[in-house]
């Protein structure tokens, strides 16, 4: 049983046991009065007092830095529990010691953020219909537990919150390979991504990489292939990104950074606000559909549909490993899986609302632009320096060979059935 459940029970039973014992002394005396009676309200008082504290101090010790295995082995729990048997009484437990368990996940993203929040709460909806209410999720928006993205990954590896909705790639100063379970410049698209995720090694790495930071970690989101960005002026050469102030995070930010960007990582729910005030001088954000949402264009009208930085930006879940030991089985195969459809649902979700969404900012005044060859190659070169200099790390390196070797099977076929399929279609529908 879980410390929380088993600290409930112990001094919810405590102050039972105070309570029988008055109690029975009172009816034992054949001369009680008022006065006995009047003791008896105090005394029922601090029962109520004492229940009333003991969830206090489960729930305060939910949230704290205490290990539940740490809290358990100091002998503090099963002091407790020799206490509640010592009594001979057999209780029935409090509902929140009967089989229901709560999360808490904070996340990267701004409270109804267009797609990227979506998933979230997809995922926190669909564990809550399956458990039938024995497992909620409650989300905290960024800002709401937690402010800054670097906050969010130390409140769950810390155990202040049980689990993230996130881009595992804003935790590449934590370790580079994050970047692989959301993306890398001239990576894979989304269908690569989940091809080698779920069937060709992907989830295992992910997995590994989590334990070295107590977490256990699931895709949960894809956004699809990103726009290259809203610039103020056009981008004619490579040259153009010396001193541009620009928000991508990740190893492709990175990449911007040796043509001479000045690159900022700022939260999504800032850089709408960051664009306004000139305190960047462009971003990148998803797509026609979130851009629109977050309003961009009311600011610049260059729009690039097109970029090297995240061609299927995967979003994740990870939960702290001690947190998730403490779950039924049942319980984390259900978040297994609500992470796998918000998967699936997410990338569906942007790819629906994309080319509408587009049309739209077209009639408003947005022009649509495509990068020049020459930017393409210089993105091009800067990428492959960044992903160098990071292969002397084993683990960034044996995940990068598996990404590359797994990408390049899925493209070949790829190109040889859906390639042909779609320029044949095209031709012979006009469409």
Not at 52 to 72: C, D, G, I, K, Q
């Amino acid at each position: 049983m879980p410390m929380l459940h088993i600290m409930s029970s112990v001094l919810v039973d405590v102050g039972l046991c105070i309570g029988l014992h008055y109690r029975r002394l009172i009816g034992n005396n054949c001369c009680a009065g008022p006065e006995q009676d009047n003791d008896a309200h105090q005394i029922g008082s601090t029962v109520h007092s004492v229940t009333t504290l003991s969830f206090f101090v489960v729930n305060h010790l939910e949230t704290s830095h205490m290990s539940r295995r740490h809290f358990l082995k100091t002998g503090a729990g099963a002091a407790g529990a020799a206490a509640v048997a010592g009594t001979g009484l057999i209780t029935s437990a409090p509902a929140i010691s009967q089989g229901r368990e709560k999360l808490v996940m904070v996340t990267t993203w701004g409270r109804g953020l267009a797609g990227v929040f979506d998933a979230a709460q997809r995922v926190a909806d669909s564990v809550n219909a399956m458990s039938d209410g024995t497992l909620e999720i409650e989300i905290k928006a960024q800002g709401e537990l937690v402010s800054g993205i670097p906050a969010v990954f130390d409140a769950v590896t810390a155990g202040q919150a049980d689990m993230y909705h996130g881009a595992d790639y804003y935790w590449v100063g934590q370790h580079p390979a994050f970047a692989f379970f959301t993306a890398v410049p001239f990576g894979m698209t989304a269908l690569e991504l989940n091809n080698w995720y779920y069937h060709m090694g992907g989830h295992d790495l992910h997995r590994e990489l989590g334990e070295e930071f107590g977490l256990v970690s699931f895709m949960a989101g894809n956004t699809g292939a990103q726009s290259g960005g809203w610039f103020r002026k056009k981008i004619e050469s490579a040259d153009d990104f010396k001193g541009l102030k620009f928000r991508m995070p990740g190893l492709g930010g990175a990449a911007l950074g040796k043509l001479g960007a000045s690159v900022q990582t700022i939260a999504g729910s800032e850089v709408y606000q960051a664009l306004a005030s000139g305190a960047i001088d462009g971003t990148e954000w998803i797509g026609p559909w979130a851009d629109e949402k977050a309003g961009f264009q009311e600011i610049t009208k260059f729009y690039y549909t097109s970029g090297f930085h995240e061609p299927g930006a995967g979003l994740n879940i990870g939960i702290n490993a001690d947190r998730w030991a403490s779950l039924k089985p049942h319980h984390q195969k259900m978040i297994e899986i609500a992470c796998g459809d918000a998967n699936s649902w997410n990338l569906h979700q942007y790819l629906a609302n994309n080319a509408t969404a587009l049309d739209r900012l077209v009639a408003g005044g947005v022009t649509p632009l495509e990068f020049p060859d020459s930017v393409w190659d210089a993105f091009g070169k800067a990428s492959r320096e960044v992903l160098d200099e990071n292969m002397d790390d084993e683990f960034f390196a044996k995940t990068h060979d598996s990404v590359m070797s797994s990408m390049k099977l899925s493209s070949r076929w790829a190109d040889l059935s859906d390639g042909i399929y779609t320029r044949q279609r095209s031709r012979v529908t006009g469409g």
